[in-house]
C-alpha cells in the first residue's frame, strides 16, 4: 500500500537536537495515521509519536513529552520527527510506521514500516 524511507539520524551530544524524516510513496499519503516508534539494542519497540491524517491531533510517549514534535506535510508526502534536549536513554533505532485505522499507540495498530534510522546520543 504505501513505503516508507526514514533519515536524519546520527551522533548527537546530549542536550542537542534532530530531525528525522520520513518519505512515503506507493499510495495516497494524506489518508494514512503516521507515527514513531524507536528500539533500544536489547529491548523491545516502543511509541514515541502519533500524527492523524490531517495534523489535527498528536499523541506522544511520557518519556519524550515536550522534547520531541511530530509533524506532517501532506504536498511533500513526509512525516517529520524533531527531537530537542536528547538524552543518551534516547539512543536507538527510530522507525516511522503507517495505518490505514485509527490513532493506535502500539505496534500491532500500525500496518507499514520504514526501514529505520539510527540515533545515537553521547553523553
Known amino acids: 500500500q504505501v513505503q516508507l524511507v526514514e533519515s536524519g539520524g546520527g551522533l548527537v551530544q546530549a542536550g542537542g537536537s534532530l530531525r528525522l524524516s520520513c518519505a512515503a510513496s506507493?499510495?495516497?499519503?494524506?489518508?494514512?495515521?503516521l507515527g514513531w516508534f524507536r528500539q533500544a539494542l536489547g529491548k523491545e519497540r516502543e511509541f514515541v509519536a502519533t500524527?492523524?491524517?490531517?495534523?489535527?491531533?498528536?499523541y506522544y510517549a511520557d518519556s519524550v513529552k515536550g522534547r520531541f514534535t511530530i509533524s506532517r506535510d501532506n504536498a511533500k508526502n513526509t512525516v517529520y520527527l524533531q527531537m530537542n534536549s536528547l538524552k543518551p536513554e534516547d539512543t536507538a533505532v527510530y522507525y516511522c510506521?503507517?495505518?490505514?485505522?485509527?490513532?493506535?499507540?502500539?505496534?500491532?495498530?500500525?500496518?507499514?514500516w520504514g526501514q529505520g534510522t539510527q540515533v545515537t546520543v553521547s553523553s
Open positions: 506507493g499510495r495516497t499519503f494524506s489518508s494514512y495515521v
Open positions: 500524527i492523524t491524517w490531517n495534523g489535527g491531533f498528536t
Open positions: 510506521a503507517a495505518t490505514e485505522g485509527t490513532v493506535a499507540l502500539t505496534k500491532d495498530g500500525y500496518h507499514y
